[in-house]
């Protein structure tokens, strides 16, 4: 599985010149704090994991590649163009998909609502917006509710509405953070397999904790721990980090993730050390 | 959208179901989209073992199909009014829309039930912040609950903005002229109507009384409020550029109310406490009439729309810029 989900991210990557995804020096504080720290980040074709603990920075990440949050330095190039201008940032915001961690939505609005209100904000054509929000609730299997008020699903239902309404302009640059929350098991293994379907010709950047779903989905890992990036490779490069470390975990893939956290931790904590012993002398 | 094409090989070995996974899934993909691809790809597995299979199909198929059956009825594209009225429709949020017509219907029932002379320049006072309520209760991070999603679309900015402030508008702009043209306008016309005092000199309460029935007969018309609210509205959407639309909503409507209390209150401290308890129908008409009706008063509002009408073009992107910083989830 990882090893195909491999081969076809570097078959595809050799396709564009520009990656969709290029970030230089991308620094995001919210008040006194730095949530991303001077990040630099390419990501090609295919499904990426972008894994941390909790407050590292995924969120104030993908809410910057989503163009919602605007970084106090760095640039942002998405789909080949600069997002700080407002010509080429309306052009990407058409060909993106994001599913906020939290979202909300009107309360008379019905699944088929949703999903067309959404589509006629990315300002896709009018014509297309009712064949393409059935695709959409169909591909995260919610067409027997697609006339149900949001209000009434349960919560991992409301979840994929918010996933439905991410795809339906077939992006090129998705873009979900926690997508996983609230689906049961056998909902997990089919989105993962949508994934999969999407990550095969755009990019998908899932923003999650748990390393299972990266595992299981995703051929590139990223690894983010106190806004700056720990870990960047493919699936199988951060399980082979755990192999034999020791570390806890239930399974490679998650000691690999503790390894690679706890390496730079170990490193900072380090530098600390020197440097205090540095000033001390 | 990608340079990337399927090359004969690649063809072949799919047609043959020898593509390796990976480079199936791209090319599946890619047919979707790609019309060249899709012919060369369907022209490789016509010619590979699967072809006599498909030719059968393809005659079972024409022959089973004596007529065309009729495309499956999916839902109609909604029409433009339809797809307006969705878009605005979130701008109506519940809550707003009930102080709406409690004003309106308070206002109506003070004048009649009560046959309180006050309720139709109170009402007049009252008109121009409630578009501004409106506005402030269906746009932003604070008032809509889909701001994060519509934050990341090209239609979440202005165009968002403006929509919902035209539903605003077009709810309670004929909503509080009706209520106000309903308003009985005083019949009784005083012969000394030209003595009316000024503002700040009411001496007593009996002239007071007096005064007010010949004032109300001089209050503005009920259209009278609808360029200053358009003004205000329009004020409020410049003023949003900068701080959000809710502290601008609450800055130009406290602006408003000052300008209006202000000068009431002054007014009533000159009256010796009198005003406090005897609602001031006199000094409020004189003042709005001042304030609104008039050549020059409509000229000096239609000005101040113009201005901001103005500004707000070229404020125009600031609606769809990200927000530096401020997070709502960390």
Redesign the interface.
Known sequence: MTAKDTAKDTATDTVATALPVEVRGLTVRHRRTVALDAVDLGLGTGVHGLLGPNGAGKTSLIRVLATVAAPAEGRVELLGRDVSEHGPRAAVRRRLGYLPQEFGYYPGFTVRDFVSYVAWLKEMPASRVPGAVERAVDRVGLMDRIDTRVKTLSGGMVRRTGIAQAIVNEPELLLLDEPTTGLDPEQRVAFRALLREVGSASTVIVATHLVEDVAAACSQVAVLESGRIAFRGTTAELTALGDGTGEPGDNPAERGYTAAVRAVRSHRAGSATAASAEAAR | ????HVDDSLATAYAAGSA????A??L???IESCGACAVLVSTAVRRGAAGPVLAEVREAVLAAAVRPAPPAP?????G?TA?VL??A??ALRGPWLVALLLVAAGAVGLAYGAGFAGARPLLLALAPVLPLAGVAVSYGEHA???H?????????GLR?LLTRTTAVLAVSLPLLTLAGALMPSSVSMAPTASTVPSVFAVPSVTEAASVASVASTRAPGAAAWLLPALALVLATLVLGSYAGCRTAAGAVGGAWALAIAGPLLGASRLDGGVGITAFPTAELSAYLTRLLAGAGAQGGWAAGAVVCAGLLVLRR?SF???????????
């Open positions: 959208m990608s340079a990337w390796p996974e990976p480079g899934w791209s599946e993909k890619h999916l839902t109609p594209p909604l433009p797809r969705w878009a429709g979130p809509d609950p889909m994060e999603i519509g934050a990341s679309t090209p239609g979440g968002l992107r769809d810029r990200p927000a530096l910083g401020a997070a709502r989830h960390v």
